[in-house]
């Protein structure tokens, strides 16, 4: 399978503890972009990589929350001091330059208890 | 504020029949518009975008939308249901054509046989 992978699908993490998701790109896609998704919602932006350059946060990305895609291929987004609130759905795309639309992997559950 | 509208929770039709589900946005500049469908356990899928051109543009599964400026709309049509349609389908715009895509809250559509 070629497409957006993320791990893990699925994390259940007690209050107060880090967390750390992983997502791998369609492999020549050089934009990687994260969503959080609540249920009866859509997807919200958070954040977007070109290459390894993080060039849009959005004001969702609190201080707890930190993006990181080091050499240009994969990226990791962590959460640290998890909140009840926390708990959603992470979707990870990636696009292509000049190719507009995005292609979003299976998404990594997040339960806070 | 750039947002994009999804006025229906829920669209039902019958299989066989033509089927709706409308889109709003509003967006400073010439946006780019997406449809996207979510199977369930799936993650999102690219069904058709509008960039420029044709007002009509064709997609996957024989879906097409009408882009039109004036109404600020990109309705998702089909001209024959299928029981295999029904799933949860998002509208989204990308303001700048290039980076973050903001999403309407999804529209559930059930094709009864």
């Known amino acids: 399978d070629t497409g957006v992978s993320q791990n893990p699908r699925h994390k259940i993490t007690k209050r107060g503890q880090n967390v750390t998701f992983r997502c791998d790109p369609i492999s020549e896609h050089n934009r990687l972009y994260w969503y959080r998704q609540t249920l009866g919602q859509g997807p919200e932006f958070l954040t977007y990589f070109q290459n390894e350059a993080q060039l849009e946060k959005s004001r969702l990305l609190s201080d707890r929350f930190s993006a990181e895609r080091p050499k240009g291929s994969f990226s990791t987004l962590e959460i640290q001091r998890t909140e009840q609130g926390d708990s959603a759905m992470y979707l990870c795309a990636s696009s292509l330059d000049g190719i507009n639309e995005q292609f979003f992997g299976p998404g990594t559950r997040l339960t806070v208890l | 504020a750039q947002s994009v509208a999804q006025p229906e929770d829920q669209v039902n039709v019958a299989e066989g029949n033509p089927l709706t589900v409308k889109c709003t946005y509003s967006?400073?500049?010439?946006?780019?518009l997406f449809w996207y469908v979510q199977y369930p356990n799936r993650g999102l899928q690219f069904l058709l975008k509008y960039i420029t051109g044709d007002n009509l543009v064709k997609g996957s599964y024989g879906f097409e939308a009408e882009f039109n400026k004036s109404q600020t709309s990109f309705h998702l049509k089909k001209p024959s249901a299928l029981v295999s349609d029904s799933a949860l389908y998002f509208c989204a715009v990308s303001p700048g054509g290039y980076n973050k895509l903001i999403f309407g809250a999804g529209t559930r559509l059930a094709v009864h046989p």
């Open positions: 967006v400073s500049g010439n946006p780019y």
